[in-house]
């Protein structure tokens, strides 16, 4: 059993001696603030991590430790630069499952073993407000740490904690900082008590980020890898929210899996084929394991909206139990296939790939060029093909066909804009505007698309109602509705890609 909170947090050096603060400007400066003594507490973690140290290079932890009020072990992940989620699991000897399982993406199955213990003795304050409610905590550590790697020596130092309580107002931590600083105390950066530690208690194993290939600095290549790396570090950062079944962290994980995929296709001239086609292979594998949950996510939300929307005098028989029913069954087998793909060889491949990737990318050399001079003719070509994909469907007679033409223009509008937001830091303003023009663009085609896949679903709720003996009018009726709206979205789509052939694309991205 598990439980995740946030923790909002910044740590301080303090100056000489071991000493509290008496946080000047916060308390007895007519705020109303007090600081209230909470006693002291013996703490002793030892912290786990792979032989190179995978999660401490991502800002991840994992640690058991007793003592204190949260004995148990504890998995910390990056949120932001000040809050970290942590989730808890209870005190036990070995590593829980389900936290190794929340490390995977990190680790990418390398063992996991005991690296650095500390014991800290922690004094607390509680930081109060005027009526007496808790802000904030003020710890002050005094803190050893003893590697447990090979070679490894000892570290003690002390440091200041502040953390905020639930959700509080981060401008606290703002005015705590100002108040620190006045008393000399400093801001520590290492995001953690094990990456100090094994800075001072092994420094030849430092954790310092992975140093990936040097790009030369301006360049195309350079411009299109950092995109890259940016949807592998999303990946990564949402695999744990996947396993965890956290709202809207699936189709935020497919959507990086698309993003990489078009990228290395758009660009593709930049990189040896030979190494990422097969990469795209496998994000195409990932998303569509993924998407089949998503998509019944989208598509059951879609048809419980459109049926609570309707008047209460049409809606005959029991459709709502109906759909939930169906929706029950299909999320399940769903979601079993999401986590089946996570736990999978196959997975854990593809991370070592991502993370191959962005340490080492197989550019040619052409990736050297000016990003002017390669970008837009990446982008040109996408534009064509999209152009070309939507003037087949448009004269393609309505129906099944026309359908399916027009879901291969939504593909290549995304192909557009991801390739449109990967040039936007070196482009500008002209790749913006074609990213949010064509955005516009792949939502009206994709609420088509949405269109035709809930039309066949409602038609075999139909089916199966009428086989059950209850009155089909009802989803009938959400077909014919779901028949006008893709209609509707089809009569938007000439003047949505008006605007985005208006600017004349090619022609403003080389400017």
């Known amino acids: 059993m598990t439980q995740s909170t946030r ?65 148990g072990w504890h998995l910390k992940l990056p949120l932001d630069d000040d809050t970290r989620e942590e989730v808890h699991a209870p005190l036990q000897e070995e590593i829980p499952g389900r936290l190794r399982e929340l490390t995977l993406s990190r680790t990418r199955g390398a063992p996991l073993e005991p690296v650095v213990r500390v014991r800290s003795h922690r004094a607390v304050r509680e930081l109060l407000d005027a009526d007496g409610a808790l802000l904030a905590e003020v710890v002050l550590d005094e803190v050893r740490a003893d590697s447990l790697r090979v070679d490894g020596g000892r570290a003690d130092w002390v440091e200041l904690e502040v953390e905020l309580v639930g959700d509080g107002d981060r401008r606290l931590l703002d005015r705590v900082d100002k108040a620190l600083g006045k008393e000399g105390f400093t801001r520590l950066r ?45 990946l990564v950062d949402l695999d744990p929210a996947v396993r965890r079944g956290l709202p809207d962290s699936v189709h935020r994980m497919r959507v990086a899996c698309r993003r990489l995929r078009s990228c290395l296709r758009s660009y593709r001239s930049l990189f040896d084929r030979e190494v990422t086609d097969p990469l795209r292979a496998e994000l195409k594998w990932l998303g569509a394991e993924l998407g089949a949950e998503r998509d019944q ?101 309505p129906g099944p066909d026309r359908d399916a033409a027009l879901h291969d223009a939504r593909k290549g509008a995304k192909r557009l804009r991801y390739a449109a937001e990967a040039a936007r830091p070196a482009l500008g303003g002209p790749a913006e505007r074609l990213a949010k023009r064509v955005k516009a663009v792949q939502k009206a085609l994709g609420d088509h698309h949405d269109s035709v896949v809930a039309r066949d679903t409602l038609r075999q709720q ?14 009938g009726l959400l077909h014919g509705l779901e028949q006008a709206n893709a209609a509707a979205r089809e009569r938007e789509l000439p003047e949505l890609w008006k605007r985005v052939s208006r600017g004349r694309p090619r022609k403003a991205l080389r400017s």
């Open 7 to 71: 923790e909002t947090e910044r740590k301080y050096e303090a100056p000489g001696s071991a000493h509290f603060p008496r946080l000047p400007g916060l308390t007895g400066a007519g705020d109303g603030t007090s600081l209230a003594d909470a006693g002291t507490q013996d703490l002793d973690a030892v912290y786990y991590d792979t032989e190179d140290l995978r999660l401490t290079r991502s800002a991840a932890t994992l640690r058991r430790r007793t003592g204190g009020s949260d004995a």
């Open 190 to 234: 290492t995001p953690s008590k094990l990456a100090r530690a094994l800075a001072e208690t092994t420094p030849d194993t430092a954790p310092a980020p992975d140093r990936p290939t040097e790009v030369p600095a301006g360049s195309a290549g350079g411009q299109v890898l950092a995109y890259v790396r940016e949807q592998v570090r999303t």
């Open 297 to 397: 996510e989208v598509l059951a939300e879609r048809m419980r909206t459109a049926l609570e929307e309707l008047p209460g005098e049409l809606v005959l028989g029991p459709a709502s139990a109906r759909l939930q029913a169906w929706d029950a069954a299909r999320s399940s087998e769903a979601r079993e296939r999401s986590l089946a793909a996570l736990t999978s060889p196959r997975y854990l491949a593809l991370l070592e790939a991502l993370n191959r990737l962005s340490t080492r990318p197989p550019l040619r050399s052409k990736a050297s060029r000016k990003p002017a001079k390669v970008l837009p003719k990446a982008l040109s070509k996408e534009y064509d093909r999209l152009a070309d994909r939507l003037e087949r469907a448009r004269n393609k007679p």
């Open 462 to 475: 139909a089916v199966a109602a009428h086989a059950a003996g209850e009155p089909g009018f009802t989803w």
